[in-house]
């Protein structure tokens, strides 16, 4: 058997080494010839993934990656990874996926299994991928096979890895569900088969949408209990020690990441198609969407109680990931605080010690290099603003030499000395 993966990104590179650690032949397929040349190489992409893992595939002669689409000719199964972001509008972008498809369509064989990896919206692999494949002249489910298989990685997460995490499975038809489950069997430890690929990619979007809306009543709560002048952190970890009934979920600057703050507005989307507005998760994407804001306001108000206006103070950003200990800033809430901190007339630098640079995004092009940390530069800026709590940070010395310490994510929590210049956001 022979897997082609498209897209080496966060889930594609993973899920390739899973293949080949479990002794499958893998091609990889990227438009990025400068990635792809580098994982040639031995050399890894991303951050959270160490080279010696890239290097261990290189060498292994199972893994070769390629930016040559004809290519796709040749696997037994073509599993997609790219990404579905959202729309200015909220509303679902299948341009990649349906870009892909059409690549594929050009080079599909008889009896090959395609299957799509990426997060979206109930009826995506029947509606949309299904016509764009069948322009090949062959027809699903009969001359070549589909399924969908939502993935499930969490960036920097050392619990757990592509092939430790269970897999769901849906296929368009039994046979495609079948092979489906036979070309993962080799590289993920516990396959859960479901009856449809609707199914399957209606769970995907329940699990995030389920973290969307916890984690929007945390932050509901963040700003009621700070006018109530009660520590929501310490709320959280007492209501935590009850061994059932209640989940931890936590506060801060907003929602990052490729799924949590895209796939409730997939599925609302998906909603108004059947009539059926989803009040419940809106009012959660409303939450999140407007933390950025919030903690804004929140910067205001300490700079107001040191006798300073936000107009014309420097303010130093921690953190441009949207989550500690990885480079990822995909849909990162980072990007928007510098935004409206700078409309703001606030002069705003950032420190990120896995970020050197901003990189060029759909939504954004900052052109900002991460300033080093020095007990000078802290003492420089009017407030330290704390949005992701990355593990390199010693948060007791940025304490000790910032004037002012904004933290959004309760990572200053240890911090025993200086506690007045700490405001909590």
Known sequence: ???????????????????????????GFDINDVNV??????????????????????????????????????PDAILICVPTPLTENREPDMTYVATTCET???????????????????????????????????????DFYMAYSPEREDPGNKSFRTGTI???????????????????????????????????????????????INIAMVNELKMLFDRMGID?????????????????????????GHCIPIDPFYLTWRARQ?????????????????????VVARTMDALNEHKKSLKGSKVLLLGLAYKKDIDDVRESPSMELIELLVDKGAKVDYNDPYIPKTPKMRMYNLGMKS????????????AV?????????DYKWIVKNAKLVVDTRNATKEVKTGRKKIFKA
């Open 385 to 393: 603003l704390i949005a992701t709590d990355h593990s390199d940070y």
């Open 232 to 256: 929501v952190w310490e709320v959280i970890d007492a209501a935590k020690t009850k061994p059932f009934g209640f989940q931890a979920f936590y506060p801060g600057p907003g929602l990052g």
């Open 371 to 382: 300033k080093p940390l020095t007990e000078k530069s802290l003492a420089g800026y009017d």
């Open 104 to 142: 594929i369509s050009k080079y599909l064989r008889k009896g090959q299994l395609v299957v799509l990896e990426s997060t979206t919206y109930p009826g995506t692999t029947r509606e949309l991928m299904q016509p764009i494949l069948e322009k090949s002249g062959l027809k699903a489910g009969k």
């Open 1 to 27: 058997m022979q897997v082609g993966i498209v897209g080496l990104g966060y889930v594609g590179l993973p899920l390739a080494r899973e293949f080949v650690g479990g002794g499958v032949d893998v091609i």
């Open 166 to 212: 269970a897999k769901v499975v849906g296929g368009l038809d039994k046979k495609s569900l079948d092979m489906a489950m036979e070309v993962y069997r080799p590289a993920i430890e516990h396959l859960v088969p479901v009856s449809s690929c609707d199914v399957a990619e209606a769970a995907k979007i329940v699990e995030n949408t389920y973290r969307c």
């Open 37 to 74: 040349k580098r994982i040639n190489a031995g050399k890894s992409p991303l951050k959270h993934i160490p080279d010696e893992h890239v290097s261990e595939m290189a060498k292994s002669k199972l893994f070769k990656a390629t930016t040559d689409m004809k290519q796709l000719s040749k």
């Open 274 to 294: 059947y009539g059926m507005p989803t009040k419940f998760i809106e009012l959660a994407g409303e939450i999140n969407t407007d933390m950025p804001s919030y």
